[in-house]
T-cell receptor, first 112, second 116 residues
């Protein structure tokens, strides 16, 4: 799996858009970008994934650069409940022989 | 649609005992994966079941086992518990096998197992 780099932590004001960057410069052509988050004491939550095109769902938008070497997860109107650790993962399949693994992720803190 | 349900939420056992954890996947999902999460080791893959067959197994001893029923519900068993088995055990379901497809994993909130 391609290695990803994310900032350790970020702050965002409640009601504003939270933009979480992820670098994956070694991504290969058949690898997807997945985003998960984990709120303290809960299981990881799937947010969104994409291959080449930008994606949007009820939770967030995923913007992937044309060269696919980086992406940005956008939470359009952040709320206090969006405070969590956000993980960007790049892989061909969602699981596989070694399963899913998380790196350090970005600790997003939404400020009131 | 109801999410992944894991029971029990918390469990306290003593060394040497065995434990069974239960997972009900999202309706229509045929794949169930189990993970162990600890502060030191992070998320570690245990095994995946698809259509009642184990598809993949992580690097855990044979004390860890599982099964999947015809309704896709799954159970995980840990025998001869050790102190190091204390962890959050997570179940995740996906529409298709995560081994061969990119169907995202949907996790439950886990069972917090404490071994004393």
């Amino acid at each position: 799996d391609a290695k990803t780099t994310q900032p350790t932590s970020m702050d965002c004001a409640e009601g504003r858009a939270a933009n979480l960057p992820c670098n994956h410069s070694t991504i290969s052509g058949n690898e997807y970008v997945y985003w998960y988050r984990q709120i303290h004491s809960q299981g990881p939550q799937y947010i969104i994934h994409g291959l080449k095109n930008n994606e949007t769902n009820e939770m967030a938008s995923l913007i992937i650069t044309e060269d696919r070497k980086s992406s940005t997860l956008i939470l359009p109107h952040a709320t206090l409940r969006d405070t969590a650790v956000y993980y960007c993962i790049v892989r061909v399949r969602s699981g596989g022989a070694d399963g899913l693994t998380f790196g350090k992720g970005t600790h997003l803190i939404i400020q009131p | 649609k109801a999410g992944v349900t894991q029971t029990p939420r918390y469990l306290i056992k003593t060394r040497g005992q065995q434990v069974t954890l239960s997972c009900s996947p999202i309706s229509g999902h045929r794949s169930v994966s189990w993970y162990q999460q600890t502060p030191g080791q992070g998320l570690q893959f245990l095994f995946e079941y698809f259509s009642e067959t184990q598809r993949n197994k992580g690097n855990f001893p044979g004390r860890f086992s599982g099964r999947q029923f015809s309704n896709s519900r799954s159970e995980m068993n840990v025998s001869t518990l050790e102190l190091g088995d204390s962890a959050l055990y997570l179940c995740a379901s996906s529409l298709e096998s995560s081994q061969t497809f990119n169907s995202p994993l949907h996790f439950g909130n886990g069972t917090r197992l404490t071994v004393t």
